[in-house]
Structure formats: structure tokens, C-alpha cells
T-cell receptor, first 113, second 110 residues
């Protein structure tokens, strides 16, 4: 049973618009959440994280929102650019350091010019 | 920049062969990890190590073993490769923060 789920396998967005990627989790012990981005033929790279003591974290065009009561987080990319086209993985950790990660299945984002 | 290097990008092996996947990191990180990535399942943790000669099972250790004789090197061993071990294998390292991944080894077992 997957503890971290990304229910949308793919998402297509027009350049300049907002991309919203969603992630749900079931384990209430998770206290640290991360998003990774993966291009083909490369390893995942860290994008942004959020601790459970916060409900929002922003880094440039990327914002992660956490709703603990709903066990839901989302990644917003504004404005979306063609270079953002990649697979995005949501990950969660119960060790508050991001070492032991449980990953979601990934969402493939395509940003059309 | 942290560099995690996996020795092979592509590997094709036969069923029953013993397979070694090698990973080296250059940042003196304590922690090293092996994941496999399969479509729709994301990344699943096979084994990890917090120190030299130390290893812990992850979520899917069956059919695998690991070796960490030196701090910078973490090897994944498939004792007797099977077709259900065909996958993308990703090594990662960390020092108390986000994981840094290598570019992966795509293993095909025929």
C-alpha cells in the first residue's frame, strides 16, 4: 500500500500559466516533505522542501503548500516554462531530515510553448 | 557540487547471473542509499548505509545485498538476477539533508 500517492500521472500546461502538482499521504508520522524533479537520463534533483511546522514554503517560481489535516501537499509553479517539463516526485520523511524518504509515483509535467 | 557517480548507465544481464552495481560519491557523505525506480511506483528504497561496513534494509531488500567497505563507495549486489529485477537503479548520498542522486543504471535482465 503506497503511503505517498500522486494521483495524476501526467499534466499538460501552457507556458506562462500555473502548474499545480498534487500529492497525498497516509502516514501521520511524516513530518518533512520534499519535491524532486527528474529529467530523462538524469537522476532526480532536489527542488523544494517543507517541514510540518509550516504550511507554505516559497523559492522563486516554486511554492509548496502543506495541509496537514487533509494529509495533502501541492507544488505550484508560476509561471511555468518549457524547461520545467520533467517528472516530479513528491517524497515524505518521518525523521525530520529527509534521509529516509518514501516517494510517490511521480507526475510527468509537460509545459507547451 | 556533490557528485554521485554510477559506474554503468546501461547493463544487460542474464537470469541467474550475479550483478554488481557500483556507486561512488565525492563529498564525504555519511549516508548512502540504493533505490529502484519503476513506472507508477516511484522510487523504492532497497538498502541504505549510515557508515562504513554498516547497512540497513529498506522497503524491498529481497534478492539484493550491499557492501560498503569505504565511505565513498556503496555497491548493490544482485545475488542471482531475475527478470523482475529489470529496473532503473538509483544511488544517492546525503549528510543530513536532501539526497543527491546519481544518473542511474538501467538494468535489463533477460
Amino acid at each position: 500500500d503506497q503511503q505517498v500517492k500522486q494521483n495524476s500521472p501526467s499534466l499538460s500546461v501552457q507556458e506562462g500559466r500555473i502548474s499545480i502538482l498534487n500529492c497525498d499521504y497516509t502516514n501521520s508520522m511524516f513530518d518533512y516533505f520534499l519535491w524532486y524533479k527528474k529529467y530523462p537520463a538524469e537522476g532526480p534533483t532536489f527542488l523544494i522542501s517543507i517541514s510540518s511546522i509550516k504550511d507554505k514554503n516559497e523559492d522563486g517560481r516554486f511554492t509548496v503548500f502543506l495541509n496537514k489535516s487533509a494529509k495533502h501537499l501541492s507544488l505550484h509553479i508560476v509561471p511555468s516554462q518549457p524547461g520545467d517539463s520533467a517528472v516530479y516526485f513528491c517524497a515524505a520523511s518521518a525523521d525530520n531530515a529527509g534521509n529516509m524518504l518514501t516517494f510517490g509515483g511521480g507526475t510527468r509535467l509537460m509545459v507547451k510553448p | 557540487d556533490v557528485k554521485v557517480t554510477q559506474s554503468s548507465r546501461y547493463l544487460v544481464k542474464r537470469t541467474g547471473e550475479k550483478v554488481f552495481l557500483e556507486c561512488v560519491q565525492d563529498m564525504d557523505h555519511e549516508n548512502m542509499f540504493w533505490y529502484r525506480q519503476d513506472p507508477g511506483l516511484g522510487l523504492r528504497l532497497i538498502y541504505f548505509s549510515y557508515d562504513v561496513k554498516m547497512k540497513e534494509k529498506g522497503d524491498i531488500p529481497e534478492g539484493y545485498s550491499v557492501s560498503r567497505e569505504k565511505k565513498e563507495r556503496f555497491s548493490l549486489i544482485l545475488e542471482s538476477a531475475s527478470t523482475n529485477q529489470t529496473s532503473m537503479y538509483l544511488c544517492a548520498s546525503s549528510f543530513g539533508g536532501p539526497l543527491h542522486f546519481g544518473n542511474g543504471t538501467r538494468l535489463t535482465v533477460t
